[in-house]
Each structure stands twice: as C-alpha cells, then as structure tokens.
C-alpha cells in the first residue's frame, strides 16, 4: 500500500512548475490527502517547505537521491 | 465581496502583485501594517529568469539551493500566495505586444497590462477590495513612469483600485484611500531608480531577506536570450513559440551552421541532463569513445553532409577535441548508428554561427 493518493511528476520540470503541479493535485484532496512530489530541480528543497508554511500543508518528508528529489505533503485543513 | 462586507466585518482585503522582491514586499508590509488582509498573486510567464540558470547550471560550489522569491516572501510576510500559470494566455503578449518592446524583446508595459487586470479579475473573484503593486514612479524605463501609470490603470480597467504603496505620495488618491480604507499618511512617494529609501524602509521594518534587485527577472530582458528567440522565430518563419522552444532557448550552447539547422549543446553535466529530457522528436548526437556533451538537433538533417557538419562540432566541444577523430552515437529516433569524425577546427566554426 503506498503512503500517498495522488503522484506529482515533476521530473524535468523548472520552478515553479513542480509548485504549481503540486498546487493543482491537492486541489483535488480532502484534508490530510497525501501527495508524493518527484522533482528534478533543486528549487524544490527550499520551496516545497515554503509551499507547505504558506499554505499550511504538512511536509511529511523529503528525501534526496543526487538530482533527484522525493517528498511526501499531507493536505492541511 | 462587496463594500458591504467591510461594514459588516470591519475587514478590508487587498490582492498585491508579489514578485518577491524588495518593492512588491515592501508594498505588501505597508498595508499589514495598516491592519489591511493582505493575500498575493504570482504569475508565471514562462520567462521567469529566477533560479532558472542555477536550476540548469551545475551549481556553485557552496551556493545554496535556488529558491522562488514570492513564495519565500509570502511566507516572510505570512500572507496567502496565489500562484498562477499565464503562460499559454502570455504568447500574445510577447508575440504582438500593443506598446511595443523595450530594449530587448520585453513588452515590459503590455506585460504590465495583463498582469495587473489578471489580477483584478481575481480580486473581484475571490473577495478583495482592491489591488496594489509594488512599482515606483521612475524606477522602470518602460512600464513604472509618469505617463505609463494612467495607461495602465485604464487598459487593465483598474482605474483607481490600483493602490502603489511605495510611490503614492507622488501620484493621484486612490479609492482605497479616498474611502477611508488606507492612510495615505502611512504611505510612501518614493522616486526614481536609486534604492536606498527602499532598503531604508527594509531596515526599519526589519525586512533583511530579499533578493539582490541586479539582474532583472525575465528572460525577454536578457540581450543574449532575445538573440536566440529571434533567431528562432527568423528561422521558423513565424513568431509562435511552444513552452519547450523557449525553455530550450535557457539551456546549452546554441550553434546554427544553415537556415534549417541548429544544434543546441550542453556545457555543464547538469546541462546535459537537462537537455535529455528534450530528446523526444529530435535527433541526439552522444560521444561514444571520450566524455562530451548531449546535442540535440533542432531542424530537419538528412542530407549527409550536414549529419557529418553536426557530428563534427558536436565532436569539438567534447574531450577529444584535439584527437584526429571522434566516435559518437547518432540517434534520429528511429535508427541508432555509432560515427568516426574529425572533431571541427576553432577556424573552421565562424562566429556568426553561435546564436
């Protein structure tokens, strides 16, 4: 079972797209729904926390694999 | 929401056009402090020079991660971001602007337009009593001067809903500030180019985390870029662009040996793993026996003389450059094949060719 409802791909993808990706996929959650972010561009280790404040989501984790990042966001209320 | 609602809440709500740097932030943190809701908007061109070139780039050693300003900015002022894809709507922005191009190809006033009555219309839509801006009456050669102000206001249809916090002292009441809404006292008539009175304000707020204003942020302002979409749009015969034609353009060294070719060559491994994710409907040339980078083919190359030319400059900006020949993999998409060249001699490469 996979901890997440939804997968972003934003491999490949400049700032902002995996922000902007990431925005439009937790539209479509309830509260507490989980989004995994895969994400190629390093803006992504400091936005997607920022992200998270601004909008009150919970960054659940992220992980780094060299240019690669994985991170899991939990919808907030 | 309406008038009404102020009189019923007490609430007044301003929408501002945050690009996270020190004005748009400033702006914002004048009317926070006038107990005002602020919430912002982002817009994203396609153009957005932040970050872009060290997203690409190999990065410096030590340098931290880039980051996107309005969203570090809205969380420093802790206000709502709306951040908001205009890419698609842009094209016509930048391919037919009414008010012409700056000193580049930037439609720096038509951009303005657009914005701001983006954002109005988001304003009304989702409950705000008014938008504002970070601009400065001067500060800007194209869109922030004393003419272009009113033209702007009226083409956005945003006659007097427009509030600039920085420069209001210099410029006509706004609504917000003739109901009552904003203290006009409390605001600034900030002129002119210089930043100090800015980053005066900045101390005094004790704002200390906002990007260096050098360097701009767009694209369509950068001398270098606008020769490649240029380039791009002669060569083409029109002047469209898809998002991939002009992210491309931020990426690699870009060479055009003939009207119906370009190669678009990696300078960095980060490069060449960004330009990777390009190869689909282009043909990549990969050396085989010696490090170098990815080029991809941007054009139609079937005559085999032109194959063997693209070979060979892609074979001279690897490692093997001074070698008497180069292996590399050719691949168009359908058919992979492995070549010999003899990498192109420097005298041999004519500058006209780099774009």
């Known amino acids: 079972m996979s901890d997440y409802d939804l997968e972003v791909d934003a491999r490949g993808l400049l700032c902002p797209l995996p922000i902007l990706k990431s925005d439009q996929a937790m539209t479509t959650l309830p509260t507490q729904g989980k989004i995994c972010v895969l994400a190629t561009d390093p803006g992504i280790e400091r936005d997607l926390p920022a992200w998270c404040a601004v909008n009150g989501h919970i960054l659940v984790s992220m992980t780094q694999q060299g240019r690669h990042w994985r991170a899991i966001v939990e919808k907030g209320s | ?355």
Not at chain 2, 42 to 49: D, L, P, Q, R, S
Not at chain 2, 156 to 184: H, I, N, Q, S, Y
């Open chain 2, 1 to 355: 929401m309406t008038h009404a609602s102020i009189e019923k809440t007490g609430v007044i709500r301003a929408l501002g056009l945050l690009s996270g740097g020190l004005d748009s932030t400033l702006a914002a943190r004048l009317l926070l402090e006038q107990g005002i809701e602020v919430g912002c908007v982002n817009f994203h061109t396609g153009f957005c020079i932040q970050s872009h070139t060290s997203a690409i780039r190999n990065p410096k050693p030590g340098a931290p991660p880039p980051r996107h300003d309005a969203l570090h900015a809205a969380q420093s002022l802790g206000v709502k971001l709306h951040m908001v894809d205009i890419s698609s709507d842009y094209v016509r922005i930048v391919t037919d602007p009414k008010h012409g191009y700056g000193k580049n190809l930037n439609p720096c006033l038509d951009c303005k337009i657009f914005m701001v009555a983006k954002a109005w219309a988001m304003a009304k839509e989702l409950g705000y009593h008014f938008i504002f801006s970070g601009e400065v009456l001067g500060q800007r050669p194209m869109s922030q001067r004393r003419d272009t102000f009113p033209v702007i206001d009226r083409e956005a249809g945003v006659k007097g809903w427009l509030l600039r916090p920085l420069t209001a002292l210099r410029m006509p009441e706004t609504e917000p500030e003739k109901m009552g809404w904003v203290d006009r006292s409390r605001l600034e008539g900030f002129n002119g180019r210089g930043r100090k009175p800015q980053m005066a304000l900045a101390k005094k707020l004790a704002i200390t985390d906002y990007p260096s204003p050098a360097g701009g942020c767009c694209f369509l302002t950068d001398e270098n870029y606008t020769r490649k979409l240029r380039d791009l749009w002669a060569y083409r015969n029109n002047r469209d662009y898809s998002m991939e034609d002009i992210l491309l353009l931020k990426a690699g060294r870009h060479i055009r040996p003939a009207p119906h070719f370009k190669l678009m060559i990696g300078r960095d491994q980060s490069e060449n793993l960004f330009l990777s994710g390009f190869r689909k409907g282009r043909m990549t040339i990969q050396t085989k026996n010696t490090p170098g980078p990815l080029t991809l083919v941007e054009g139609e190359i079937t005559a085999a003389e032109d194959r063997l030319l693209a070979c060979r400059i892609a074979a001279r900006y690897s490692k093997g450059k001074d070698l008497p020949t180069v292996q590399l993999t050719v691949d168009d998409g359908n058919v992979t094949e492995v070549v010999e060249v003899t990498p192109l001699p420097a005298h041999e490469l004519p500058d006209h060719w780099h774009v």
